[in-house]
């Protein structure tokens, strides 16, 4: 008989926390899950669910216009901010209540708000407390804003989706994945779209060729790329924003969106009371188990600093309830792990990028292909897609993929499982093609990219 009130305690009910959750429940443990914002975290409420309707939104403005070269007179297409913002708004809720139906079918116990640690088994929620054998920090990431004059009047991703009147004139700050989707979502829907970023090409991490790639397509959708410039400082006044480049450009905007980065959601969690140590970059330190140096707390998804994406947690909280409730040994394999950029057009990639397999492999060989979409040879559209595979050539085996264009990230999903089983080229190039699809260029790449 336990003397804890719980096996196991989650702090957070986003993705990683409910997927545990879920399954420690399923092994038969007692247990109690709390949330104090929204059920589903990000992903849900400010993150993937709600960018990717608003992704389709933004597609409609251009399908519009592609439609005329089709034969098709739509007339003149007019958007509604307030009926896709309070349309997401009711499709979130419904989500949100699917996770406490799920919570509750299987019998954990969920308490809405702030949970706080006190000691290695004690948690506190306002004036209660519960202990539990295991305790789980799942809390997810936050966005930051640094600080500058000013900086009181941007918004964050969180706030962006629900303003209360559309921005016809966005500013976004920010070189990674979220400032290049919300640059393309903005600028699908009218606004017009200005994105700074400090360094000299956005999307650091991805292959030089897709960062050179979509800053191409980008700039010619319509957005108005400015690298190496950043904000010195926003000033209110009657006509909107003012805002103060470092190179000394005045810009106007009605709404400045700063997506420069997330940090662990770890304040006021109470791990003061608690051995757990938090490394130089604001995130938790933890084992191959997700075991933190307090024996037992752990801590799983983005707080631990690893790959910050969705099915990543799922797969984390899955692993990690099948060790400590089910017996079973299984650990995630982070290898391989594709995603997707739903900027547009999409870009999709899995494996290396060409720098990294260059200093992870002796020798590689580049295959690379830049087209024009079938779609875009009526619409007139000025739109190209890229693919680039790199292949070990010591094995033979595809070790990276990338592409952007129509429908990347629904065509990396099959690529991820090729490459996972160890595909090499020669099974790509005997590999029967889709026709007519992008897709099929993947097992079209015939001849070596050779470098000028």
């Not at 929620?125 to 930051?144: C, F, M, N, S, V």
């Not at 640094?146 to 500013?171: C, H, M, Q, W």
């Not at 106007?252 to 969106?257: C, E, G, I, N, W």
Request: glycine residues 12%; contains cysteine; hydrophobic residues 40%.
């Amino acid at each position: 008989m336990s003397n804890f009130d719980y096996d196991l305690f989650v702090i957070g009910a986003g993705s990683g926390g409910v997927r545990a959750a879920r399954m420690a429940a399923g092994f038969g443990a007692k247990v109690a899950i709390a949330e104090d914002r929204y059920m589903g975290g990000t992903c849900v409420n400010v993150g993937c669910v709600p960018k990717k309707l608003y992704v389709y939104a933004a597609e409609y403005g251009k399908g519009f216009e592609d439609a005329r070269g089709f034969g098709w007179d739509s007339g003149t297409a007019r958007f509604d901010w307030s009926t896709l913002r309070d349309n997401k708004k009711t499709e979130i809720a419904r989500l949100n209540a699917i996770y406490r139906r799920m919570l509750d079918g299987v019998g954990a116990q969920l308490f809405d708000g702030r949970a706080r640690i006190v000691d290695a088994h004690t948690v506190a929620i306002g004036e209660d407390r519960y202990t539990a054998e295991k305790l789980l920090i799942a809390t997810g990431g936050w966005p930051h804003i640094p600080d500058f004059p000013g900086n009181e009047y941007a918004v964050s991703s969180n706030e962006i989706f629900d303003l209360d009147t559309f921005p016809k004139r966005l500013l976004i700050v920010g070189g990674g994945y979220i400032a290049v989707e919300f640059a393309g979502i903005f600028n699908g829907l009218g606004a017009h779209t200005t994105q700074l970023y400090r360094g000299p090409l956005f999307l650091r991490g991805f292959d030089v060729d897709i960062r050179a790639h979509a800053a191409q397509e980008i700039a010619k959708s319509g957005v108005d790329l400015r690298f190496e410039v950043n904000v010195r400082s926003i000033e209110s006044g009657s006509a909107g924003l003012s805002v103060e480049l470092t190179d000394g450009t005045i810009l106007q905007a009605d709404a400045v969106l700063y997506a420069t980065g997330r940090k662990a959601n770890l304040e006021d969690l109470g791990l003061e009371n608690v051995n757990v140590s938090v490394n130089e970059q604001g995130t938790i330190d933890v084992d191959a188990d997700y075991r933190t140096s307090e024996p037992s707390v752990y801590a799983l998804g983005d707080v631990i600093g690893g790959m910050e994406l969705t099915p990543v947690a799922l797969a984390e909280g899955m692993a990690f309830a099948r060790k400590n409730f089910g017996g079973l040994e299984k650990h995630v394999d982070y290898d391989f792990i594709p995603t997707a950029v739903f900027c547009q057009p999409n870009i999709g990639t899995v494996g290396f990028t060409e720098d990294e397999a260059r200093a992870q492999f002796k020798d590689i060989t580049l295959f690379k292909s830049t087209f024009k979409p079938m779609k875009h040879t009526m619409s007139g559209r000025d739109e190209k897609a890229f693919v680039k595979m790199i292949v070990d050539s010591a094995t033979d085996r595809v070790v990276g993929v990338h592409m952007m264009g129509p429908d990347a990230g629904e065509i990396m999903q099959g690529i991820a499982i090729a490459m996972r089983a160890g595909a090499t080229k020669a099974i790509f190039d005997t590999t029967i093609g889709i026709h007519p699809t992008s897709a099929e260029e993947f097992v079209s790449l015939r001849e070596p990219w050779q470098e000028d």
